[in-house]
């Protein structure tokens, strides 16, 4: 418990920065009519706080002025991160250096207004050659498929910026197991969260800025000296400051595991820098940041340096 009263200090900094600095913006409706000689009232702005967002209308609903084709009914990313330097823990608790991962979110709307939509979320980690890893014939050019993590659930953006989740989750060892017939040191289990949604979110431009609690009732995780724990409540914090609205911004992505019964164990901090500097190309963005894994039980970090190129739809 030492370290909830620093998280959450850390949180209130955050807050009110993004509180202070965030900003959202809609593109115009465009109905076409007739031409006609009546004078046209201007629009109303739709109601707005920095609370809880537009007021009329879920935040996951998505921008009212894009043409409502099946695409707008599935959205997400994919992202492919270069890993020149660091190391993981595998679900089996075995360090390892990766050389990249290939990441996506896809979500699936159930409900005309997507305020209830089905997602899954996935990476695949593959991992640095080397002596007895992968063949030494071919050299540095090569790498060995090391980790899969698969995430998949149930959302309900119920009540304007606020969103309730039930998922469950696996963390896969591809091979590095001790039997040919079935995964060795896998982790798997189910959680339930609690999201709000900042007004800076945009589902469509694949801007997700929130804070959430949630709870993992089941199964183990592992820390990084790779000794299993029973996870339990845990926090995370999604943030970014713009200095060019959906063009260039600084974000930060905090996770906090605790270990049963309530004692903070791994904090993931993920401090970068996104731009998106193509006009023509306002989907594809860039980033460059670190991934932190800190154990604050055994006071160890593990670090991954990263750039990607990311795809969002």
């Not at 050299?139 to 980790?147: A, I, N, V, Y």
């Not at 899969?148 to 119920?158: K, M, Q, S």
């Not at 001790?178 to 801007?207: H, Q």
């Not at 996104?274 to 932190?292: I, M, Q, Y």
Request: charged share 20%.
């Amino acid at each position: 418990m030492r370290y909830l009263g620093l998280f959450c200090a850390l949180l209130l900094l955050l807050l009110q920065a993004e509180l202070a600095f965030g900003q959202t913006s809609e593109p115009p409706v465009t109905v076409a009519s007739a031409p006609s000689t009546e004078p046209v009232p201007a629009p109303s702005a739709p109601s707005y706080d920095w609370w809880f967002g537009t007021t009329d209308r879920p935040i996951a609903s998505g921008h009212p002025g894009l043409n409502p084709d099946i695409w707008q009914h599935t959205w997400g990313l994919v992202s492919f991160d270069v890993i020149p330097v660091g190391s993981k823990i595998a679900p089996n608790g075995v360090p390892y250096d990766p050389l990249f991962s290939f990441d996506w979110l896809l979500n699936i709307a159930l409900s005309r207004d997507r305020t209830w939509y089905i997602f899954t979320t996935g990476r695949f980690w593959a991992q640095k050659p080397g002596d007895g890893i992968t063949n030494d014939a071919q050299g540095m050019l090569d790498f060995s498929k090391r980790q899969i993590d698969l995430d998949v659930g149930l959302a309900w953006n119920f009540y304007k910026n606020f969103e309730a989740r039930a998922f469950a989750y696996s963390l896969n060892n591809l091979n590095r197991g001790n039997s040919l017939e079935r995964p060795f040191g896998y982790k798997d289990g189910a959680g339930v969260e609690l999201r709000y949604y900042f007004p800076s979110t945009d589902f469509d431009r694949g801007l997700y800025r929130y804070l959430s609690i949630g709870y993992l009732p089941t199964k183990e995780l592992v820390g990084n000296d790779g000794e299993e724990f029973h996870p339990s409540l845990f926090l995370a914090a999604h943030l970014a400051y713009d200095f060019i609205p959906e063009k260039f911004y600084v974000y930060t992505n905090l996770d906090l595991f605790f270990e049963r019964p309530m004692e903070a164990r791994i904090l993931i901090a993920d401090p970068g820098i996104a731009c998106r500097p193509f006009d023509h190309l306002p989907n594809l963005e860039f980033r460059v940041g670190t991934e932190n894994f800190i154990d604050l039980e055994i006071g160890y970090t593990r670090t991954l340096l990263y750039g990607a190129a990311r795809i969002i739809w």
